[in-house]
């Protein structure tokens, strides 16, 4: 919770229902609950999303909001685990972050003023993905959020390295976690407040971020302000909103959100930089994201002229970068390359687009499929995990030419 504010200055988010929208189409393998009552609703300072849960505020964004490499901000999509998220005013005025810790020479609050004048800005363009992205699409389906596809987006993110702040506050030899906590908090004392944790050395790296902006504008109320944290290539359960707290520990953070949530059964999904500390017998902690794309220009169902008939969408990865996506339009038998768009780097969506020739009316079934430089591709079988996390299968859209 935000120091220093009243109960009085807190509140849970407003509700603006929103009439005047395109038209959203709901991939019909999400459960029957959720085709059921999955609408458009705006949030404050936020353009139509695909509403999950609004308290706390779950808003996916809908395909449309993914046709471009950068994503609006208005469109952005936006995830809360408790429901008191303090208003604009409170966190405009009353704002500091503290950095301390038993491992940290001293313990000291910034205000956003200090941080933008005592550190040099830096600024990354990455994938803001939750881990639970296409939780929705599970066969079988799992407990939690049932997004779609649109639980991601992509950004320039602007601010100040993490690892300068921590080394003008002095991190101790033994330094094994940082703990980091936000602003928001739960409605009942008894659910555990949103305290997450990175090992020591990923919050030493050069590509971690405090950000103050986002596509150079201030990151809006639903996505973190006044200041976020920003851990490119890893699953955004780590990249903490309202940043207010930061601990460099020499113990594991040992708390709900690090130890029972965010986990996935051990040796599932390798990654390049095991996360030990908060690893047991049976599971780690899910850190990096895995291969991925996703086919932007049709919606599942579309109608499309079969005359120049052109698949686009977006890839991304853990970081290494996209070497490339193929596309098959049989349903995975034959796969053909598409041409890569702008490289915005290798944190970043990597758009892709593929323009065909005149091809027969009827109906078509689209997949598309991506490679990373480190030669890692897409799952051909859905790798299930309890939680419902890392589901980068290709996805098939099915298009009617004429
Ligand atoms: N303070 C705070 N930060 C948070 C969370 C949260 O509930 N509270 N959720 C995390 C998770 S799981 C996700 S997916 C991202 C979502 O970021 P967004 O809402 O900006 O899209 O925020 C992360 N940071
Ligand atoms: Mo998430």
Redesign the pocket.
């Known amino acids: 919770m935000l120091a220093g504010l009243g109960a009085a200055a807190i509140a849970g988010p407003a509700f603006a229902k929103t009439k005047s929208s395109p038209v959203l189409t709901l991939n019909p393998a999400l459960p029957p609950g959720v085709l059921d009552t999955a609408v458009l609703d705006s949030l404050p300072g936020k353009k139509p999303l695909i509403k999950l849960t609004y308290r706390p505020p779950n808003y996916e964004t809908p395909l449309w909001g993914l046709r471009t490499a950068l994503t609006e901000n208005d469109q952005?999509?936006?995830?809360?685990?408790?429901s008191v998220i303090p208003e604009m005013e409170a966190l405009r005025n009353n704002y500091t972050l503290t950095v301390g810790g038993d491992a940290a020479g001293k313990e000291v609050s910034f205000t956003l003023e200090d941080l933008r004048r005592m550190f040099k800005p830096a600024e990354v363009t990455a994938v803001?993905q939750?881990?639970g992205n296409r939780r929705g699409l599970f066969s079988p389906h799992v407990p939690g959020v049932q997004w779609g596809v649109g639980?991601m987006?992509n950004a320039v993110w602007s601010g100040i390295r993490l690892k300068d702040v921590l080394a003008k506050v002095g991190v101790k030899p033994g330094a094994l976690e940082l703990g980091m906590a936000?602003a928001?908090g739960p409605a009942l004392a008894a659910t555990p407040s949103?305290d997450k944790s990175l090992p020591i050395g990923k919050a030493m790296s050069d590509d971690v971020i405090l950000a103050f902006a986002m596509n150079h504008q201030p990151i809006p109320h639903?996505?973190?302000f006044p200041l976020r944290l920003v851990v490119p290539g890893w699953t955004?359960?780590y990249?903490?909103?309202?940043l207010t707290r930061l601990d460099i520990r020499t113990k594991p953070v040992d708390s709900f959100w690090m130890q029972k949530a965010y986990r996935v059964p051990k040796g599932m999904f390798p990654v390049e930089q095991p996360f030990t500390s908060q690893e047991n017998e049976q599971t780690a902690p899910i850190t990096e994201m895995v291969v991925n794309s996703l086919i932007t220009s049709h919606d599942n169902g579309a109608k499309a002229p079969a005359n120049g008939f052109v698949v686009e969408g977006v890839a991304w990865d853990r970081g290494r970068g996209i070497r490339s996506v193929e596309i098959s339009f049989d349903g995975g038998v034959a796969w053909v390359p598409a041409q890569l768009g702008k490289d915005l780097g290798n944190y970043s969506f990597r758009p892709f687009s593929l323009r065909t020739g005149r091809l027969a009316p009827g109906r078509l079934s689209i997949m598309a499929r991506a490679t990373s430089n480190s030669g890692e591709m897409q799952a051909e079988k859905l790798k299930f995990n309890p939680a419902g996390y890392n589901n980068n299968v290709p996805l098939s859209v099915s298009v009617t030419l004429a």
Request: overall charge positive.
């Open positions: 952005f999509f936006v995830r809360y685990h408790l803001c939750c881990s639980a987006g936000g928001d949103f639903y996505n973190g955004a359960t990249w903490t909103k309202h």
